[in-house]
């Protein structure tokens, strides 16, 4: 837990105010993969002698890399002698990011109403790992977790001996997460591998679970790209398909009565809801930055699942959140760094989806890159580099 100070050549110190001694100082820093308790102080390498100086009186950013696109920003803390990093918070104020659920006897309940879950994780008890949403009152399997999108509550399975789970999501309320524009379990059939179309077009889908399914891991179906035909227990999502969102299942086991939980494309259009598109991952990394350029955090369209793929082979994911390490078919969904990281194993070169953009001025909040909460002690800041001027009294 320390920062990594480089001062930038050919700008070591600048002159600002000769009488009054005060100094320019451009310097670049690079964060750490555990952001400490209550800030960066001299003992943990922000210290004014690094610099020449006997005190430090501001930090300004000069800029800022794509990790961090903005979503993490500096503030000196002047009388505690201290930097802290701050959340760029105009959309990140709008989503819970790992809430822990206590769970008693296989049930416990969200602190909010959620709209739209976004990472799952049984993270304490008999079994733990990457959890996948299912309708609430379904037949629950291992490693699932039922919510009811109406109350909050979860139920998970029995056999798991599940104590805590941890979920990242959008509460309802925020922006057009508003229950008209939500639909909760419609009733699909689907077709024998030919597509069908849900009664609205999606923006985004949060399950699609196959009440006929042999067993509870085939109810609930993975998500999976455009490139191969859906397996069994896989289900392909065309978000756009003609201005419908069609449903392309497995012919040979799939083919059943389902619920499909999503929201409703239109009232997201002032989201930028997009038709989903396969993105590049880079050492195992997608930064969401790279893939949109609106400031805002991207929220994929597919609720904690991701349609990966290992060059061209399907590697159905479910997400877990920042603070969970991360394992096979379970990546790890960072909206405070804006991205999401798949276990090196897995090879993933590309994940396949849509998404929308929270910001500021669409939820009512503030501008975007307004600094509000601090970033959460614990928080991953590995490869944001960030380059500041520092103004400070030399020795």
């Given at each position: 837990?320390?920062?990594?100070?480089?001062?930038?050549?050919?700008?070591?110190?600048?002159?600002?105010?000769?009488?009054?001694?005060?100094?320019?100082?451009?310097?670049?820093?690079?964060?750490?993969?555990?952001?400490?308790?209550?800030?960066?102080?001299?003992?943990?390498?922000?210290?004014?002698?690094?610099?020449?100086?006997?005190?430090?009186?501001?930090?300004?950013?000069?800029?800022?890399?794509?990790?961090?696109?903005?979503?993490?920003?500096?503030?000196?803390?002047?009388?505690?002698?201290?930097?802290?990093?701050?959340?760029?918070?105009?959309?990140?104020?709008?989503?819970?990011?790992?809430?822990?659920?206590?769970?008693?006897?296989?049930?416990?309940?969200?602190?909010?109403?959620?709209?739209?879950?976004?990472?799952?994780?049984?993270?304490?008890?008999?079994?733990?790992?990457?959890?996948?949403?299912?309708?609430?009152?379904?037949?629950?399997?291992?490693?699932?977790?039922?919510?009811?999108?109406?109350?909050?509550?979860?139920?998970?399975?029995?056999?798991?001996?599940?104590?805590?789970?941890?979920?990242?999501?959008?509460?309802?309320?925020?922006?057009?997460?508003?229950?008209?524009?939500?639909?909760?379990?419609?009733?699909?059939?689907?077709?024998?591998?030919?597509?069908?179309?849900?009664?609205?077009?999606?923006?985004?889908?949060?399950?699609?679970?196959?009440?006929?399914?042999?067993?509870?891991?085939?109810?609930?179906?993975?998500?999976?790209?455009?490139?191969?035909?859906?397996?069994?227990?896989?289900?392909?999502?065309?978000?756009?398909?003609?201005?419908?969102?069609?449903?392309?299942?497995?012919?040979?086991?799939?083919?059943g009565a389902a619920k499909v939980t999503y929201w409703k494309y239109t009232p997201f259009?002032?989201?930028?809801?997009?038709?989903?598109?396969?993105?590049?991952?880079?050492?195992?990394?997608?930064?969401?930055?790279?893939?949109?350029?609106?400031?805002?955090?991207?929220?994929?369209?597919?609720?904690?699942?991701?349609?990966?793929?290992?060059?061209?082979?399907?590697?159905?994911?479910?997400?877990?959140?920042?603070?969970?390490?991360?394992?096979?078919?379970?990546?790890?969904?960072?909206p405070v760094l804006n991205r999401i990281t798949f276990v090196s194993s897995d090879s993933?070169?590309?994940?396949?989806?849509?998404?929308?953009?929270?910001?500021?001025?669409?939820?009512?909040?503030?501008?975007?890159?307004?600094?509000?909460?601090?970033?959460?002690?614990?928080?991953?800041?590995?490869?944001?580099?960030?380059?500041?001027?520092?103004?400070?009294?030399?020795?």
């Amino acid at each position: 837990m320390a920062i990594t100070l480089k001062l930038v050549e050919g700008n070591k110190y600048q002159i600002l105010d000769k009488l009054a001694k005060n100094w320019v100082i451009f310097a670049r820093l690079n964060l750490d993969s555990s952001y400490p308790t209550n800030g960066y102080t001299s003992a943990l390498g922000f210290s004014p002698s690094i610099f020449g100086l006997k005190e430090i009186r501001g930090v300004s950013v000069v800029g800022i890399n794509g990790a961090a696109s903005g979503q993490v920003i500096p503030r000196y803390d002047y009388a505690a002698k201290k930097l802290l990093m701050l959340r760029a918070a105009d959309a990140l104020a709008n989503i819970i990011v790992e809430e822990t659920v206590t769970v008693a006897s296989n049930a416990g309940r969200l602190a909010n109403v959620p709209a739209y879950i976004l990472s799952c994780q049984i993270s304490a008890g008999g079994t733990t790992g990457a959890a996948k949403i299912v309708p609430v009152g379904s037949t629950v399997g291992s490693l699932q977790v039922a919510v009811n999108f109406l109350s909050g509550a979860i139920t998970t399975f029995s056999t798991d001996a599940a104590t805590a789970v941890k979920i990242t999501y959008i509460p309802l309320g925020v922006g057009p997460f508003v229950e008209a524009n939500r639909i909760v379990d419609e009733a699909v059939v689907l077709g024998n591998a030919a597509a069908v179309n849900l009664a609205n077009r999606a923006a985004l889908i949060q399950y699609v679970y196959n009440t006929s399914g042999a067993t509870a891991a085939l109810k609930s179906m993975d998500f999976v790209g455009v490139t191969n035909l859906p397996a069994s227990g896989q289900i392909y999502v065309d978000l756009n398909s003609s201005s419908n969102t069609a449903l392309l299942d497995n012919a040979a086991n799939n083919a059943g009565a389902a619920k499909v939980t999503y929201w409703k494309y239109t009232p997201f259009i002032q989201l930028g809801a997009t038709k989903q598109a396969s993105n590049n991952a880079t050492s195992s990394i997608i930064k969401y930055t790279s893939v949109n350029t609106v400031p805002g955090i991207l929220i994929p369209a597919f609720g904690t699942q991701h349609a990966a793929y290992a060059t061209n082979t399907d590697v159905p994911s479910n997400a877990m959140g920042p603070s969970a390490t991360v394992a096979a078919n379970s990546p790890l969904y960072d909206p405070v760094l804006n991205r999401i990281t798949f276990v090196s194993s897995d090879s993933i070169t590309r994940d396949e989806y849509g998404f929308v953009v929270l910001t500021g001025e669409v939820l009512g909040g503030v501008s975007p890159g307004t600094a509000q909460a601090e970033v959460p002690a614990g928080t991953n800041l590995s490869g944001v580099t960030i380059d500041v001027m520092i103004t400070g009294r030399p020795r």
